[in-house]
């Protein structure tokens, strides 16, 4: 794998941002190289004093929510307007790596501070945002502080989130430091201007193919179901097969058909997953009695989604009647599919063309805080590539030749729409 330094703006440190990466990736709550930061945790809050360390050094005015999103504002030279957003998210699940979120962040300052370098004078200003609880680990709920800002999470929902101790958010936040009213972290519609998100891929298709940053048109969004199937349970030796009502049986019968349903719509991007499965009473010898589990199904399509979702319930139906055990489904969530804004990904383009960087037109099937912030603003997002694909574990890489394109891709394109 080659580091050999790219091509950037003279002002741009891309040996500064991957020291930066690193000393992030050591504030964890497991030893290096696994990174784990639960919102809110101990490492979480020294995470987050690091990096506002940082912006103020670079001279941002940094400020923060009640629920702890974290602006730090570049002023430009007309106030008055919105200002250009760019960023993501610090915190990490549990045996996790360096790269995801935290490149969005800590490149997104490195733009700005190449761009004050340079002494580029935006009319806009440029605000670097830091999402709380991108992802769900401390509550089940990934994105938490973006859902609400676009107030698609309100904040009586939100204070009816609780982790698996049964404690909620106010029991986090305000120990935290946390401690406005949620009302306020809502924002309306053009709080910010344009909105854009650099994240790994995720994925394998940059790096296969050798491109150097992906320009993103859509975010995928999942439809979450739980399910619960109960049937009837007994000994494994007594109960004859003519008159079983095996749950488990049952529930391979819906797993396969979701399978089938999300491959039927004939289209790459509808994806359908059963992500838990858990059997009681679990025993070797005895029939399983109750299933309960979980579904995503996740498209660019919404209609197509919801059309796998409506073929499942059908064959739930059939399963149900069938082998006579009870179907019970709970919709948990079904976010809409974002559409990336066209001027800014034409801003993206040039900007990649003038950088002399390769780039792709590509889809994000992954949940990103810009899905959110999509009901505020227009956005897009700008993808590196990651070594083979691999995310959200301690092997997760992306090399500083990669960051530091994309970030010279940002960085100019930061400078176009703040102007």
Not at 105 to 129: M, Q, T
């Amino acid at each position: 794998m080659t580091t050999t330094r790219p091509n950037l703006n003279p002002d741009l440190s891309v040996d500064r941002l991957m020291a930066e990466l690193f000393a992030l990736a050591k504030i964890s709550e497991a030893e290096p190289p696994v990174v784990t930061r639960v919102v809110f945790g101990p490492a979480d809050l020294r995470a987050r004093a690091y990096v506002k360390g940082l912006c103020a050094e670079a001279g941002l005015t940094v400020r923060e929510d009640a629920v702890g999103n974290t602006f730090a504002r570049w002023e430009g030279a007309d106030p008055s307007l919105a200002p250009i957003g760019t960023g993501s998210h610090i915190d990490a699940i549990p045996n996790a790596g360096l790269y995801d979120g935290c490149v969005g962040v800590l490149g997104g300052l490195e733009a700005i501070r190449a761009l004050k370098a340079l002494g580029f004078k935006p009319r806009r200003s440029i605000e670097l945002v830091v999402f709380t609880a991108e992802e769900p680990t401390r509550f089940g709920i990934g994105c938490l502080g973006s859902r609400m800002m676009a107030n698609v999470l309100t904040p009586q929902q939100a204070l009816a989130l609780r982790d698996k101790e049964g404690r909620g958010l106010e029991d986090w936040r305000v120990p935290a430091g946390f401690t406005g009213p949620l009302e306020s972290v809502a924002v309306p519609k053009g709080r910010f201007h344009q909105f854009i998100e650099m994240h790994i891929e995720q994925g394998p298709l940059l790096e296969e193919e050798k491109v150097d940053v992906g320009l993103v048109t859509h975010i995928a969004a999942p439809a979450s179901q739980r399910i619960v199937i109960e049937g009837e349970g007994g000994h494994a030796g007594g109960k004859l097969m003519p008159g079983r009502k095996d749950a488990l049986a049952a529930a391979a019968e819906l797993i396969l058909a979701l399978e089938s349903a999300a491959k039927s719509t004939g289209a790459i991007d509808t994806v359908g997953t059963v992500g838990i499965c858990e059997v009681f009473p679990g025993a070797v010898n005895s029939i399983p009695s109750r299933v309960t589990m979980t579904t995503d199904v996740r498209d660019i399509d919404r209609a197509r989604r919801d059309r796998v979702l409506a073929a499942l319930g059908a064959v739930a139906n059939d399963i149900s009647r069938r082998r006579g055990v009870k179907i019970a489904t709970e919709l948990v969530n079904a976010d809409p599919p974002t559409t990336c804004d066209p001027a800014i990904l034409a801003a993206l383009e040039e900007s990649a063309i003038a950088a002399g960087k390769s780039y792709k037109k590509m889809v994000a099937r992954a949940y990103h805080d810009t899905s959110f912030v999509s009901c505020i603003a227009p956005v897009a997002m700008l993808f590196i590539p990651c070594r083979g694909g691999v995310s959200h574990r301690p092997d997760e890489y992306a090399s500083p030749q990669w960051i530091g394109s994309g970030v010279h891709v940002l960085s100019r394109t930061l400078a176009k729409l703040a102007a």
